[in-house]
């Protein structure tokens, strides 16, 4: 599960708390004797519906969302959402709806989603697989097949993914991998190793760097950011930044944002910022931060910080000028609805309105909720999605 760590099982209620994908997978075993009723409804398969939300635009740009749902782990419950900006509609369930045929549907746990060129790539991290779709039609293509792939984002007609490899219960598992996919024939044509439990990805000036976590050893977590060269395809730097690395994003400066998150212990989760013109960090911004979108000089983050000690989740929207490279005061929420939201957990920014999408997870094992805020953070709509919502792809 592409964010599984947040799972915990406390034998009294849901802790929002980072584990492994495999112990999240235990956990949620466990939940299930105890918890029959909420895990039966989790394989209820997601309808497929439409909802006016707004009046579309015809000459939108971009001219839609998708939305990826994860689903639980083990219960095949992936799902794909769009939202159309031409027309207002929200389509639930799209997948399914355009790819009735497609036996056991989108697949086990949607991990990442990106648009490149004419096709939908989704990272189906438990199913092993890359789903490919066509971008006019949304029906599928082929897939690529990858043990326990993670993320993926695009160069220059490649997809790298990155995949974790091993299973947590083998500490002698190999390091993870970066995988390139040739855009055109849709097959494998070179790997990399890399750092263990590989995350998200970027490319900046040419580079591509990946996060490596070490998700399945705590408190042995990796640290470092691996920098491939896409030409020869080989590991040129290794950048060390903090430790259980995720989120990768271009600041469109120069720059990536690398979030990591800590050790729900003594180490909290924090943001850094690597200067990709000497491969060095630039900044330690000291701010939680498990999630974020950069847009304008504006990076907008999400912080759902678990600690041990202190028994709690402290949750926070938190903007960063990435111009300036300071922290911006207050929250990009502004009128209360934060306190509707149980668990935030995706966040993406329409480049033309704006606006701010925020997704709730909930209890991750209800459909989650889609929430819109105005420029200003204001509540504009809200609408129902499928399980664990968490990953953004804009079509153009």
């Known amino acids: 599960m592409k964010r599984s760590r947040f799972l915990a099982w406390n034998f009294r209620t849901w802790v929002p708390e980072r584990v492994t994908p495999g112990l999240a997978c235990m956990m949620m075993a466990t939940a299930c004797l105890v918890l029959a009723p909420a895990c039966r409804k989790s394989i209820t398969p997601t309808p497929e519906t439409s909802t006016a939300l707004f009046t579309g635009n015809p000459q939108a740009s971009p001219k839609g969302l998708y939305l990826l749902n994860e689903g639980n782990m083990n219960a095949n419950k992936a799902s794909l959402d769009y939202l159309d900006y031409t027309t207002g509609m929200y389509d639930l369930n799209l997948y399914n709806l355009v790819n009735p045929a497609v036996t056991g549907g989108l697949g086990d746990v949607g991990n990442d989603i990106g648009v490149y060129g004419s096709k939908v790539y989704i990272v189906v991290n438990n199913s092993n697989k890359v789903?490919?779709?066509?971008?006019?039609?949304?029906?599928?293509?082929?897939?690529?097949?990858?043990?326990?792939?993670?993320?993926?984002?695009?160069?220059?007609?490649?997809?790298?993914?990155?995949?974790?490899?091993g299973q947590i219960d083998n500490p002698n598992d190999p390091n993870g991998m970066v995988a390139e996919i040739d855009t055109a024939a849709l097959s494998i044509t070179r790997t990399v190793t890399v750092g263990r439990q590989p995350e998200q990805l970027a490319v900046?000036?040419?580079k591509l760097y990946v996060a490596n976590s070490g998700d399945y050893s705590p408190p042995d977590y990796e640290r470092t950011v691996s920098v491939i060269d896409p030409g020869s395809f080989t590991v040129i730097d290794t950048i060390s930044v903090g430790i259980n690395l995720d989120c990768v994003v271009p600041d469109g400066q120069g720059n990536i944002y690398v979030t990591s998150r800590g050790d729900n212990y003594s180490i909290p989760a924090?943001?850094?910022?690597?200067?990709?013109?000497?491969?060095?960090?630039?900044?330690?911004?000291?701010?939680?931060?498990?999630?974020?979108?950069?847009?304008?000089?504006?990076a907008y983050v999400l912080s759902t910080d678990f600690n041990?000690?202190?028994?709690?989740?402290?949750?926070?929207?938190?903007?960063?000028?990435?111009?300036?490279?300071?922290?911006?005061?207050?929250?990009?929420?502004?009128?209360?609805t934060d306190k509707n939201i149980v668990l935030p957990y995706g966040i993406s920014v329409n480049p033309a309105t704006k606006e701010i999408l925020?997704?709730?997870?909930?209890?991750?094992?209800?459909?989650?909720?889609?929430?819109?805020?105005?420029?200003?953070?204001?509540?504009?709509?809200?609408?129902?999605?499928?399980?664990?919502?968490?990953?953004?792809?804009?079509?153009?």
């Open 358 to 396: 925020v997704t709730d997870a909930k209890d991750y094992v209800s459909p989650g909720t889609l929430y819109c805020f105005s420029p200003a953070g204001k509540k504009e709509w809200s609408t129902t999605t499928g399980d664990i919502p968490g990953h953004f792809a804009f079509r153009y």
């Open 270 to 298: 924090d943001l850094y910022v690597i200067d990709c013109s000497a491969d060095t960090v630039k900044k330690d911004y000291h701010l939680p931060a498990t999630n974020l979108w950069i847009d304008g000089g504006k």
């Open 131 to 165: 789903e490919v779709l066509d971008l006019a039609t949304n029906k599928h293509l082929a897939q690529v097949d990858i043990v326990n792939c993670r993320n993926v984002t695009f160069y220059n007609g490649k997809a790298y993914v990155s995949a974790y490899l």
């Open 204 to 206: 900046v000036n040419g």
């Open 308 to 336: 041990y000690h202190m028994g709690k989740t402290t949750i926070s929207y938190a903007m960063v000028d990435v111009r300036a490279d300071t922290i911006v005061p207050g929250s990009f929420i502004t009128d209360g």
